[in-house]
T-cell receptor
Framework: GAVVSQHPSRVICKSGTSVKIECRSLDFQATTMFWYRQFPKQSLMLMATSNEGSKATYEQGVEKDKFLINHASLTLSTLTVTSAHPEDSSFYIC???????????FGPGTRLTVT | GENVEQHPSTLSVQEGDSAVIKCTYSDSASNYFPWYKQELGKRPQLIIDIRSNVGEKKDQRIAVTLNKTAKHFSLHITETQPEDSAVYFCAASLISGSARQLTFGSGTQLTVLP
């Protein structure tokens, strides 16, 4: 399958600080990437759809000013968690849509812990 | 929007037995149904998918069936092995245009007992 990388894999930050997570599609161009959040023992919840060259589309209940998404190129999307709080601690996973095949491929995830 | 329900939430089987996980979806327009396997702390891995123009697809020990009329699809794992133990998620999507959002089921924790 296609390769999607995500960085960092783990991050610990203090309340009030911002954290940036990068998602890259390594062997195909992804015009669309998705950002998910997963709490322990729960399913993946879509946060937003990131489209290259345009504004992200956020799901209901997700604050766009808190979770900033930038999709500056066909292989890179970033999620910035601004003014992080302990309740933002979670597993954040991106996925990239392979337009040629229609499948989504997931990054390895980023474990965010806010202290 | 789409709503996907998945059952059971946990499933334990003896090694060598079969495991079946079932999902239902609400949007009759959905036409793409992937299944993902997720091991603890790792990314979901696509294991098999089916599109609405077929009723069944098989890949070695894994098969998926789709009943469009009833709006349900199932994952079948035969001859289970301990390494099949993981959380399995079904999903549904409408492949139309460029954005193909997946709606996930709640997941099934499969445990294969040696």
């Amino acid at each position: 399958g296609a390769v999607v990388s995500q960085h960092p894999s783990r991050v610990i930050c203090k309340s009030g600080t911002s954290v940036k997570i990068e998602c890259r599609s390594l062997d195909f161009q992804a015009t669309t990437m998705f950002w998910y959040r997963q709490f322990p023992k729960q399913s993946l919840m879509l946060m937003a759809t990131s489209n290259e060259g345009s504004k992200a589309t956020y799901e209901q209940g997700v604050e766009k000013d808190k979770f900033l998404i930038n999709h500056a190129s066909l292989t890179l999307s970033t999620l910035t968690v601004t003014s992080a709080h302990p309740e933002d601690s979670s597993f954040y996973i991106c996925s990239a849509l392979n337009p040629g095949r229609g499948e989504q491929y997931f990054g390895p995830g980023t474990r965010l812990t806010v202290t | 929007g789409e709503n996907v329900e998945q059952h059971p939430s946990t499933l334990s089987v003896q090694e060598g037995d079969s495991a079946v996980i079932k999902c239902t979806y609400s949007d009759s327009a959905s036409n793409y149904f992937p299944w993902y396997k997720q091991e603890l702390g790792k990314r979901p891995q696509l294991i098999i998918d089916i599109r609405s123009n077929v009723g069944e697809k098989k890949d070695q020990r894994i098969a998926v069936t789709l009943n469009k009329t009833a709006k349900h699809f199932s994952l079948h794992i035969t001859e289970t092995q301990p390494e099949d133990s993981a959380v399995y998620f079904c999903a549904a999507s409408l492949i139309s245009g460029s954005a193909r959002q997946l709606t996930f089921g709640s997941g099934t924790q499969l445990t294969v007992l040696p």
